[in-house]
């Protein structure tokens, strides 16, 4: 399946963006860049990335999830992962990129961590 994502906003200020599908490289990937981008611009501070219905994640999928919390971060903002298991885990995990990034079971738990930092 290739990427789809959708946004809706949560608890007034949280930006959920959800993924399902593969995080590869392809036009289709770009579209998370350029939602984030487009959040920031709108003045998002909170965002959820949840991935708990990808499937595949690539080294552009990692470059591309990075990139956005680099941006986010530069913005004053935060972000949580949400819902990473299995392969897409590991691949974060070989990558060390959850050292990098806060990683939480599920949404619920994101939306706490947001709430109180």
Same mark, same amino acid.
């Given at each position: 399946m290739i990427l789809s994502l959708s946004t809706r906003t949560i608890d007034p200020d949280i930006t959920v963006v959800e993924l399902s599908g593969r995080i590869t490289i392809g036009r289709e990937s770009g579209q998370i860049e350029s939602t984030i981008l487009k959040a920031l611009n709108e003045g998002a501070k909170k965002f959820i990335l949840?991935? #708990?219905? &990808? !499937?595949?994640? =690539? #080294? !552009?999928?990692?470059?591309?999830?990075?990139?956005?919390? @680099?941006?986010?971060?530069?913005? @004053?903002a935060a972000?949580? &992962?949400?819902g990473a298991k299995g392969l897409v885990m590991d691949v974060f995990h070989?990558?060390?990129? =959850?050292?990098?990034?806060k990683f939480v079971p599920t &949404? *619920?738990?994101?939306? !706490? @961590?947001?709430? *109180?930092?």
């Open positions: 949840d991935v #708990s219905h &990808v !499937t595949f994640i =690539d #080294s !552009t999928g990692i470059g591309i999830v990075a990139y956005c919390f @680099g941006k986010i971060s530069q913005a @004053g972000a949580r &992962v949400a070989l990558t060390r990129m =959850d050292a990098v990034l &949404v *619920e738990e994101a939306v !706490t @961590g947001l709430n *109180e930092s």
